[in-house]
């Protein structure tokens, strides 16, 4: 089979086979492998990807909406998932319509800020027009129109589908108000990939209520709040009148208001009947605190959330145990939301994932703090995203417990053997770091930073080392064995720290680990003997040391040394 690549650019005829493709028609030989290089300021390459010129890339950015904003098709779709396309309605500045559709507004906007289609769509109001639908961040005050266009809120509804029989490359179109329309997308991966809808949904509760929007808690707390601040004002407003009481002066009294305002008039002569009264405050009645505590106690029993789950001491709980139950049912009971935002969290994850591979097609400078502490900047492109589909929480997450509890369930789990205890440390010091100002582990850091370099590759040009002789020293012969190899050599330099039982331990747990992953066995044999090697260095380094008697050392037996026990009068004692 023919294969055909590109042009010749001195014939001018196509390629008949990749051998042809892969080389110099001027030359006749190989072309050379391709060299990664950046554009500085001045139009000069470099090597060093810090200090290329950078361009402005487009943001991914997030919009919070209600359920008044978002209907799901079909209706009958039980969540976002099981939707096949969504239409979101919501108002948008002119400046971000014309970001979304520039084609459109440039001629939208060619009239003139006075035109009648940019009037038209600036007064523009959907039916039924709630302030639900305004969306976060605006008001209705802002929907007067502004001097500046481009401050101006505009309707827009945005309409998606994903692929389906209706739609095979999905579908994404955009109209304003309800004259003007942008043309079809498909809304598919550059690849052909699945696209999901672009939208996560927090659920919240189901309460009973058929649809796919769930119930917030602020639906459910919301009423019994509103009564719990009436109540609260009242009692304020009554302690503003106490503290502010009128004062009652008869008009025939000598007492001037100015007296009892001046601190220095401690002795004021009245007439019998004349002294100033102060205004009687009626107290609130009894039912105003019976309903406070009633209310914070029906609000605590629909939010789950007792005394106890509240970090607050409970009167009932005689134990901790019985507190860790309490603790544990509270977990059960908020299952539900636990479960929806963690939904919502991995599925807005993956949008954006997707969002990524998808569009961001340049070079990526990123910056981040390595596995040994130090910070790091890769650049990467979208294409090392590979596949976007699978995106999961770490384990250990939306657990909803508290540091301390890890760490003693950790704790239980290290005494009855199901965790190592390599783990438990690591478990222990992620948790307790942050709260005692803990140090990183130099010894931790420094095998991270070594396993981090080596499961990068060898680099390029590198070849394993070539066999020298050299002299066995058990036999005396002349072998062949490898060369040092100075990259491997600089990268595992040994230190005498190293030879710590506790480090070696250390090393050999983490080393172990990396060679437990399918990567490892991806390196070419010649760059997993240095590791191999590391490997059982720290097996011999963190194995305990045989105690001999001097018979099996081959030496001279000791005398027996004669011992006398400590006196009970010296609790000191030593044997002597």
């Given amino acids: 089979m023919a294969i055909r690549g590109g042009f010749d650019p001195v014939t001018g005829l196509r390629s008949s086979s990749v051998q042809d493709m892969v080389r110099n028609p001027l030359t006749g030989m190989p072309w050379p ?18 200090t290329a010129a950078k361009k402005w ?32 309605g919501r108002f948008v500045t002119v400046r971000e319509a014309k970001k979304l559709d520039p084609e459109l507004w440039a001629e939208i906007t060619a009239g003139g800020r006075k035109s009648p289609r940019v009037e038209t769509l600036l007064g523009y109001r959907p039916p039924k027009f709630a302030e639900d639908i305004l969306g976060s961040g605006y008001r209705k005050a802002d929907l007067q129109q502004k001097e500046s266009l481009d401050e101006s809120l505009v309707w827009c509804v945005e309409l998606y589908f994903h692929q389906c029989p209706d739609y095979p490359q999905g579908m994404r179109v955009r109209a304003y108000g309800e004259t003007e329309s942008g043309e079809p997308q498909p809304w598919v991966m550059k690849n052909g990939a699945l696209k999901d809808l672009p939208l996560a949904q927090q659920k919240g509760l189901s309460e009973g209520r058929e649809g796919p929007y769930g119930v917030g808690d602020m639906e459910i707390l919301g009423p019994g709040n509103e009564v719990l601040i009436a109540a609260t004002a009242a009692f304020l407003e009554v302690m503003e009148k106490t503290i ?5 002066i008869p008009t025939t009294s000598p007492v001037h208001p100015r007296h009892l305002q001046n601190p220095s008039y401690r002795y004021l002569p009245v007439m019998p ?20 505590e009633r209310f914070e106690q029906n609000l605590r029993r629909a939010s789950s959330m007792n005394e106890t789950s509240e970090g607050l001491e409970a009167g009932g709980v005689d134990s901790g145990r019985h507190a860790y139950a309490i603790v544990n049912q509270v977990i059960a009971i908020l299952s539900e939301q636990a479960q929806n935002a963690e939904s919502g969290y991995v599925r807005g994850s993956r949008v954006q994932l997707q969002l990524i591979r998808d569009e961001y097609t340049d070079e990526q400078q990123l910056k981040y703090k390595g596995d040994d502490g130090a910070w790091m900047m890769r650049s990467w492109q979208s294409a090392d995203l590979g596949d976007t589909t699978d995106v999961q929480i770490r384990p250990g997450s939306m657990t909803q417990l508290s540091m301390a509890q890890k760490e003693m369930q950790a704790i239980t789990y290290a005494q009855q053997g199901l965790i190592r205890p390599h783990q438990l440390q690591m478990i222990v010091r992620k948790n307790v770091g942050g709260r005692v100002g803990l ?33 066995d020293p058990a036999t005396g012969q002349t072998v062949m064995l490898p060369a040092p190899d100075p990259v491997l050599g600089a990268l595992f330099m040994p230190t005498p720290a190293d030879s710590l039982p506790e480090v070696a331990a250390m090393r050999m747990w983490e ?19 240095a590791l191999d090697a590391e490997f059982y260095r720290m097996v011999t380094a963190s194995a305990p040391v045989p105690v001999t008697s001097p018979a099996e050392a081959g030496g001279a037996s000791r005398p027996p040394q004669t011992t006398t026990k400590p006196s009970t009068s010296e609790p000191g004692g030593v044997p002597l």
Avoid at 63 to 86: C, K
Avoid at 273 to 291: C, H, K, N, R, W
Avoid at 448 to 458: D, N
């Fill in 511 to 529: 080393i172990g680990l990396v060679m437990a992953e399918k990567k490892y066995l991806a390196h070419p044999p010649a760059w997993r003997e």
């Fill in 273 to 292: 009947g004349q002294a100033p009264t102060d205004e009687t405050v009626p107290a609130l009645p009894q039912v105003y605190s019976e309903t406070i």
């Fill in 57 to 88: 890339q487009p943001r991914i950015k997030a919009v919070v909406l209600t359920g008044a904003n978002v209907r799901m098709i079909p209706h009958t779709a039980d969540e976002i998932g099981d939707a096949e396309g969504v239409m979101i």
């Fill in 244 to 248: 502010n009481r009128k004062t009652f």
């Fill in 439 to 471: 140090e990183d582990d130099k010894h931790l850091n420094r095998i991270l930073g070594q396993l981090a370099a080596w499961k990068e590759g060898p680099p390029e040009g590198w070849q394993p080392p070539i066999p020298v002789p050299q002299l």
């Fill in 33 to 50: 492998d391709f060299q990664r290089r950046y554009v500085m300021q001045d139009g000069t390459l470099t090597d060093k990807p810090d």
